[in-house]
């Protein structure tokens, strides 16, 4: 009987997983957003990448650009779009963050350092 007790609590917790399993899937795309000022320095980041665990550092501006990549190779294309200033492209800022480690197109990465 101890054995069956012990059968049917471990049919009770898979169940229990199975049901629970998407809530706990992970994210589909890890995701940067860096702030830069109105002249164009790298002023801070916040990034969450694909295990959820987040990251930020720095002052926040109304002036970003956020990098979206997908978790799952295959699973889309990473995206880029920006807010910033008129005086400021986009391909300035990639290259700003870039200087620091953080290549646009590619997953994102946390380079922010206080």
């Not at 665990?53 to 799952?72: A, E, K």
């Amino acid at each position: 009987m101890k054995n069956f007790n012990a059968f049917r609590f471990a049919i009770v917790i898979m169940a229990g997983l199975v049901i629970t399993s998407p809530a706990l899937a992970a994210r589909s795309d890890s995701v940067s957003v860096a702030w830069f000022d109105t002249a164009g320095n790298f002023v801070g980041q916040q990034y969450i990448p694909c295990s959820g665990t987040g990251f930020v550092g720095g002052t926040q501006t109304p002036y970003t650009l956020r990098q979206s990549y997908p978790c799952v190779a295959g699973d889309g294309d990473p995206d880029i779009s920006d807010t910033l200033p008129a005086n400021i492209t986009e391909a300035q800022a990639c290259y700003t963050l870039q200087l620091k480690g953080d290549v646009c197109g590619r997953p994102p990465v946390y380079v922010w350092t206080d």
